[in-house]
């Protein structure tokens, strides 16, 4: 049965979906752009902010469902210009560790509040010994 994953440290829902869906094994998370959770507003300071707030929500809401990036094996980015991809990677890797999850980055024309980057998880439950 599918579980919801909801955190107010993370910025809530702006539309009919979930911050996460749990479904056992893993958790899908929805994609989290640089809002800060206190105030509803996209954070001050470029795409270097933002980038650094989209890995926080996404920690939160991960933490929120009992895991920690490490547990992500799969992520999207959108971005709204590539020439951005530069500094959007850099932050990305001082958020994660080898093996680094899978990963496809796409431009995208526009991103919801104007945001410049946006990214979206698959994290999975370690297996359980049998």
């Not at 440290?9 to 752009?33: F, H, M, N, R, T």
């Not at 500094?87 to 080898?98: C, K, Q, S, T």
């Amino acid at each position: 049965m599918n579980k919801a994953i909801e955190t107010r440290l993370a910025p809530a829902a702006i539309g009919p979906y979930s911050q996460a869906i749990d479904d056992g094994e893993a958790v899908y998370c929805a994609g989290q752009i640089g809002l800060d959770p206190a105030t509803g507003r996209l954070v001050e300071g470029g795409i270097e902010a933002e980038t650094r707030r989209a890995l926080e929500n996404l920690r939160a809401v991960l933490d929120a469902a009992g895991l920690g990036l490490d547990a992500i094996v799969k992520t999207t980015v959108f971005v709204v210009d590539l020439a951005d991809f530069e500094v959007v990677n850099r932050i990305y890797g001082e958020h994660f560790n080898p093996p680094y999850p899978a990963r496809s980055t796409v431009q995208a024309a526009a991103l919801p509040r104007r945001a410049r980057v946006e990214i979206e998880a698959i994290a999975r439950r370690p297996r359980r010994a049998r």
